[in-house]
């Protein structure tokens, strides 16, 4: 059961869902990352209310972000068309190799579409192509596993996102693979394995949620049972990134450390 | 672990354009070698000879780098001059002017594709091939010195560039980058080459290489001697190692262009930054500019300077019995001479016979199709110019445009050989005035006009009440005034007669004339084009 929105999230995340589904039904592999993910990812409504309180900065979502395979782009292109958003010529034209824009009909809000190789603060590959990737994991989202790497790979994190990792950690359990409603501690350490300045601003991230709990905790956000809870797995995390061995690219740029920039630079769409 | 402010707010953009990429952009722009051919073609007529000592006065020209830098930083957008001129002065200028650098632009990109064959593989090949003594070669590069193989091969590489564009502006500036690198790999071991061999080491050179070629030269004890002989009978008298006014003009082309990574702002890396700006753009001209030093003091010190002025009078006057019967070509084979063994030759050879050519594709056709890209989403040319497919996700139409008329001004170009050089110069002074007269004039006026969008940019700063930008704006319209003066002044550059003349600037008539038919057409259908130039492009 999914936790109670706001009248403009609600149709928000019916559109969404809408999308998906639709793209489901032509054969096409859309998912859905980002704030409306983890609302969907989230039973906790007591938490997700607590945290996302008027004033807060909270968790409203402006846009729709999903992830396809680039081999699909053009049915990807034809859905969107079909449901009669309009595409961002300039953002297709200038960025069309990782992401197409959608605006709605009515310019209420946009959806941004990624593929597959993910190129943010760092870049995160989801598989190859239909059927060899990791979107068909889970639905209508990605696994929780890639929408918490989605949310540490943020170099200047804020506190939305802190809130976010907060509430899909709080409301899961820890595995060592993707099984339904957990998070796969395995994938996030491979990936982190292999990429020093993701393990490096996950590890701050990290950080920053252990932090922000203690200050949510303080400030009666969070009960004492729920600090527990988050400081216990956030720890556990932790631990089992750091475990893992690390692939010989993470070790050759380690030695370099923070010297030299390890993460790529994010800009706005409009400033 | 450092600890961040929360500084995110939404999800954002990689920008693919890196410091480095429009730092090799912005220096490709701005051929240094080209220098050399127009240095020999001035040296026949100037009332100097030393083009280093116009650099002084040619560093006014880094005005140029410095207002687009900060107006870029102020309209990070694709689109360059177009976008700023249309935004603060009026969109009739805007498009007037950006309509003529278009038109120029694409020619240039036409040219180029020919001149491939004939000022670079074809000299190219023919020049290695008699170095290294390969006939195979020397046929190869005299075929392709023939009008209907140059347009062919253009023809082929039109082709090729056109396809690498709809693999989109990564790939563009990864193949840009790759022929920089062989190119600056050439140029280097060229120079060094220079540097090393010494005036009497090229002499034996040289004479030689003249002896095995044999012709009225070769039979000569002296083929180096007798150049500067054969040119002072014909009437040529060296000038003064001095310096003369054309040479500020032909300098300043080895950095005032170096701010095309403008015209695809909106996909470089932080472009709201001056400083990053400045390094792209005024450290890419000063960049060429010290390869411009090295480049003409050896070959001063190496070729000798009464043999290099007499060698480019002969090219140009008198060429019979010399291998290449053009001063850009014998210059080159000097180069490649240098170098001696046979690889580094290839290099050199290659490296100078691309600078002139091949450089300016990704360059050239990225701008033109940032810029129809522009006009079409404001509405001023047909919507199918934006269109984007989503499966090469590049304006489609667009590019399918630009390889067509690029295809008709390589007809053109091949069909009136007679107008080579009137073409050559329209496709530099055309364009130059352009994209670099209005932009100072819209830095003068930007904070008056748009102060909205000035409070808030991060180029506001003031010497003594006045604000930077219109300073640099005021130098860089005083700057292009005298260029465009010294072109004209000098009759030898061919541009003073009247259809020069309005090749070189009537485009821009055309481009504003054109601006409101499209209006009133647009109007009559309903559409309100005025409303798109009161925003800003979003990317």
Redo the contacts between chains.
């Keep these: 059961m999914r936790i109670p929105l706001e009248k403009e999230d609600e149709k928000l995340m019916g559109e969404a869902l809408r999308i998906v589904d639709e793209a489901k039904k032509r054969g096409i592999v859309l998912r859905l990352m980002?704030g409306i993910a983890v609302i969907i990812h989230t039973d906790d409504s007591s938490l997700y209310t607590r945290l996302t309180t008027p004033g807060s900065d909270g968790g409203k979502s402006?846009?729709i972000?999903m992830v396809t395979y680039s081999s699909q782009?053009?049915k990807?292109?034809?859905l969107f068309n079909d449901l009669s958003y309009n595409?961002d010529?300039?953002?297709?034209?200038?960025?069309?190799?990782?992401r197409?824009m959608y605006h709605h009909p009515k310019d209420i809000y946009y959806v941004?579409v990624f593929f597959e190789k993910l190129?943010?603060s760092h870049d995160m590959n989801l598989g190859s192509k239909k059927g060899r990737g990791r979107l068909e994991l889970d639905y209508p989202t990605l696994t929780l596993a890639d929408l918490i790497l989605g949310k540490l790979q943020?170099?200047?994190?804020?506190?939305k996102?802190?809130r976010d990792l907060i509430i899909l950690i709080k409301g899961h359990s820890l595995s060592d693979d993707d099984v339904e409603e957990s998070i796969n501690l395995e994938r996030i350490a491979s990936v982190l394995s292999n990429d020093w300045g993701f393990w490096?601003d996950a590890?701050?991230n990290l950080?920053?949620v252990l932090k922000s709990t203690e200050k949510y905790r303080i400030e009666g956000l969070l009960s004492e049972e729920e600090f527990d809870d988050l400081s216990t797995k956030v720890q556990k995390i932790s631990i089992y990134i750091n475990k893992i061995p690390k692939s010989k690219d993470w070790l050759k740029r380690a030695k370099e450390g923070?010297s030299k920039k390890w993460w790529?630079?994010?800009?706005?769409?409009?400033? | 672990?450092?600890?961040?402010?929360?500084?995110?707010?939404?999800?954002?953009?990689?920008?693919?354009a890196s410091l480095l990429d429009t730092f090799i952009y912005n220096s490709s722009a701005s051929s240094f070698v080209v220098i050399l051919g127009s240095y020999a073609f001035a040296v026949t007529f100037t009332t100097g000879g030393d083009l280093l000592s116009a650099i002084p006065i040619a560093l006014i020209s880094f005005s140029i780098a410095i207002v687009y830098a900060m107006l870029v930083a102020t309209f990070?957008r694709?689109g360059g001059d177009y976008v700023f001129n249309s935004r603060v002065l009026h969109p009739s200028l805007g498009f007037g002017f950006n309509f003529s650098l278009v038109f120029w632009q694409t020619f240039f990109l036409a040219f180029n594709y020919y001149l491939i064959c004939f000022s670079g593989l074809g000299p190219g090949l023919h020049i290695i091939g008699y170095i290294i003594n390969n006939p195979t070669l020397i046929n190869i590069g005299l075929a392709m010195m023939t009008p209907w193989v140059a347009f062919l091969v253009g023809s082929t590489i039109n082709v090729i560039f056109t396809l690498i564009a709809f693999g989109?502006?990564?790939k563009m500036l990864q193949v840009n980058n790759a022929i920089w690198i062989i190119m600056m790999i050439g140029i280097v071991i060229a120079i060094a080459a220079l540097a090393l061999v010494g005036n009497q080491g090229f002499i034996g050179l040289f004479n030689s290489f003249m002896s095995s070629y044999g012709g009225t030269y070769g039979s000569s004890p002296n083929p180096y001697q007798a150049i500067i002989d054969t040119a002072k009978l014909g009437g040529y008298t060296t000038p003064p190692f001095v310096f003369a006014w054309p040479f500020v003009a032909l300098v300043t082309n080895a950095v005032m262009w170096t701010f095309y990574s403008a015209y695809i702002a909106?996909?470089v890396?932080?472009a709201?930054s001056v400083k990053r700006n400045l390094i792209s753009m005024a450290g890419a001209g000063l960049f060429n500019l010290i390869f411009v030093v090295l480049l003409f003091y050896f070959s001063f010190r190496t070729f000798g300077y009464n043999f290099l002025t007499s060698l480019s009078y002969l090219t140009t006057y008198n060429p019979q019995g010399l291998p290449w019967g053009n001063a850009v070509e014998m210059l080159t084979a000097c180069y490649g001479l240098a170098a001696k063994n046979p690889v580094l030759v290839a290099f050199a050879v290659i490296g100078i016979s691309l600078a002139g050519t091949l450089i300016y594709t990704v360059v050239l056709f990225l701008q033109v199709s940032r810029n129809i890209?522009a006009w079409s989403?404001d509405r001023l040319v047909p919507e199918k110019l934006?269109?984007?497919s989503?499966?090469?996700?590049?304006?489609t139409y667009t590019n399918l445009t630009i390889f067509v008329v690029c295809e008709l001004f390589l007809l053109v170009t091949m069909a009136f050989p007679d107008a080579f050089w009137l073409i050559f110069f329209s496709t530099i002074i055309g364009p130059a005035f352009s994209c670099m007269f209005l932009p100072g004039i819209t830095a003068a006026l930007l904070p008056y006009k748009r102060k909205d969008i000035y409070e808030v940019s991060p180029i506001k700063r003031e010497i003594l009440g006045i604000p930077l930008i219109t300073l640099v704006g005021a130098i860089e319209v005083g700057f292009m005034t005298f260029m465009v003066y010294t072109y004209v002044a000098w009759p030898q550059f061919g541009i003073s007669a009247p259809l020069p003349l309005f090749l070189n600037f009537g485009m821009i008539a055309v481009g504003f004339i054109l601006y409101w038919v499209i209006r009133y057409i647009r109007r009559r259908q309903g559409v309100d084009i005025d409303l798109a130039f009161a925003e800003i492009?979003?990317?």
């Excluded at chain 2, 672990?1 to 693919?16: C, D, H, N, V, Y």
Aim: proline share 7%.
């Design positions: 980002g402006r846009d972000d782009s053009s990807v292109d034809k595409s010529k300039l953002v297709m034209a200038y960025f069309g190799e990782n197409f941004d190129h943010f943020i170099h200047e994190i804020n506190e996102d802190i490096y590890e701050s950080n920053k923070s790529n630079d994010v800009e706005e769409l409009v400033r | 672990m450092t600890e961040k402010p929360f500084a995110r707010k939404s999800s954002g953009l990689i920008r693919q990070p694709s989109g502006t990564k909106g996909e890396k932080e709201n890209f989403m934006s269109e984007v989503p499966k090469f996700h590049t304006p492009p979003p990317v």
